[in-house]
C-alpha cells in the first residue's frame, strides 16, 4: 500500500503463486529449513514481488489492511498472519535473515499478538457503521486459528478436527511444531502454538461414491462398534500430505464388500484411522498428548461416523461452541478487550 493504506496493484489471494524463479531462489537460500515462508506462496516472496512497485509505503496481509480500514493504522499485524512472511513467533520479531533475501525491512509491519488492542474507530469508520467512536480494534489471526478458537479448545491436548472435503486436525501444544515434509507449521496464541496437519483423505472421497442422502440412509443401519477388518486408505486421487508424506500414494479401497454399508463403513474406519494416526504422528514430532476432540465441519454431524472415530481415538469428544470462524474472532476480541481493561 501507499502512504494512505491504498493498493498500487491487484492484491494476490493466500493461494497464490509467485512464479519470480530469483525470489524463490533467495528464499530457498536464507530461509531456515523449517520456516512457513519459504515456497511460492508464502507471505514473503509476495513481499519481495510488491516491493518493486513504485510509491510502496508498506506491505501487508490482508486483515492488516482490512484492521486499517477502521483504525486507519497501515503499520502493524499480528503473530498469526506475519509468520509466513517469515516472522519468528518463538523469538517474536523479524528475523535478521529476511533482510539477507533483499526484502526492505522498513516496508514490513509491527507485529503484536492477535487480540492486541491496536487502535479506536476512526471518526469516519464510526459514522460509516453507526458505532460508537470509542470502539477498540484489536490485532487478528487466520481464519484457522479462529475456527480453532470458535470451538472453545483452549488447554493443552486439546485437539480440533475438521471433517470437510478433506480432513484437518490441530491440536494446542506448548511447544512449537516444525514438520515442512508434513506440511506442519505453528501459530503462536499466547502462550501456546496451534499445530496441526492436512490429509488429502474426507469427505471428498465419500462423495466420489456416494450421494450425501445414501450416505445418510446408510449410516442408519451401520454398527459403530464393529469391526469390518478391512484395512483402507480413502484418497480421492494418488497422492497424501499428511500423515503420510507420499505424491504418490495410491487410494487403498478394495476389496469392495458387496453391501454398500459394509462399504461406507469401512471408509468411515479408514479415515478414522487416518485421524488417530495424524495426532499420533503430531505426539511424534513433539506435540502433546491427545486428550479431547471437538469436531467441525459437514462429517462431525454425522452420529455413526463419530461414534468410529471415538472408538478409533480413545479420548473425550466434547461439543464445539461453534464452528464458525467469525465467533473465534469475536472471542479474540473480547480476550483482548479484557487484556486491556476495556471490559
Not at 528464499?27 to 512457513?36: L, N, Q, T, V
Not at 509468520?83 to 533475501?101: F, M, N, Q, S
Not at 500430505?241 to 507420499?246: E, N, Q
Request: hydrophobic letters at 45%; proline letters at 7%.
Amino acid at each position: 500500500v501507499d502512504g494512505a493504506g491504498r493498493p498500487p496493484a491487484e492484491p494476490l489471494m493466500y493461494n497464490d503463486k509467485v512464479d519470480d524463479d530469483a525470489i524463490l531462489a533467495v528464499i530457498a537460500r536464507e530461509a531456515p529449513a523449517a520456516s512457513a515462508a519459504r515456497g511460492p506462496t508464502s507471505g514473503l516472496a509476495k513481499a519481495l514481488s510488491f516491493q518493486r512497485l513504485p510509491g510502496v509505503a508498506a506491505v501487508l496481509h490482508q486483515a492488516d489492511w482490512i484492521a486499517g480500514q477502521f483504525s486507519g493504522r497501515f503499520d502493524i499485524s499480528d503473530e498469526n498472519n506475519a509468520l509466513k512472511t517469515g516472522y519468528d513467533v518463538e523469538a517474536r520479531r523479524w528475523p535478521d535473515w529476511i533482510a539477507a533475501t533483499g526484502m526492505r525491512m522498513g516496508l514490513l509491519p509491527g507485529v503484536v499478538k492477535p487480540g492486541d488492542v491496536t487502535g479506536k474507530l476512526t471518526a469516519n469508520a464510526a459514522d460509516l457503521f453507526g458505532l460508537a467512536r470509542d470502539v477498540a480494534v484489536v490485532a487478528g489471526t487466520t481464519d484457522g486459528c479462529a475456527s480453532f478458537l470458535a470451538t472453545g479448545a483452549a488447554a493443552v491436548g486439546d485437539g480440533v478436527t475438521a471433517l470437510g472435503s478433506s480432513l484437518t486436525i490441530k491440536i494446542l501444544s506448548d511447544r512449537p511444531i516444525s514438520a515442512p515434509q508434513f506440511g506442519i507449521y505453528s501459530h503462536r496464541l499466547g502462550d501456546a502454538y496451534l499445530a496441526g496437519g492436512a490429509s488429502n483423505s474426507g469427505g471428498k472421497v465419500l462423495a466420489q461414491h456416494f450421494s450425501l442422502a445414501r450416505i445418510i440412509e446408510l449410516s442408519a443401519v451401520i454398527d459403530p462398534m464393529t469391526q469390518t477388518g478391512l484395512d483402507y486408505y480413502p484418497l480421492p486421487a494418488v497422492g497424501e500430505r499428511f500423515p503420510i508424506a507420499d505424491p504418490d500414494l495410491p487410494p487403498r479401497l478394495t476389496p469392495r464388500p458387496a453391501d454398500d454399508a459394509d462399504y461406507l463403513k469401512a471408509m468411515f474406519e479408514g479415515i478414522a484411522a487416518i485421524e488417530a494416526l495424524g495426532y499420533r504422528r503430531l505426539a511424534e514430532l513433539g506435540a502433546p498428548r491427545l486428550t479431547s476432540v471437538r469436531s467441525v465441519g459437514g462429517g462431525a454431524a454425522n452420529p455413526t461416523w463419530t461414534a468410529i472415530r471415538q472408538r478409533k481415538l480413545g479420548v473425550g469428544f466434547l461439543p464445539a461452541l461453534s464452528d464458525e470462524a467469525a465467533a473465534g474472532t469475536a472471542r479474540l476480541a473480547l480476550m483482548g478487550a479484557i487484556a486491556a481493561g476495556l471490559l
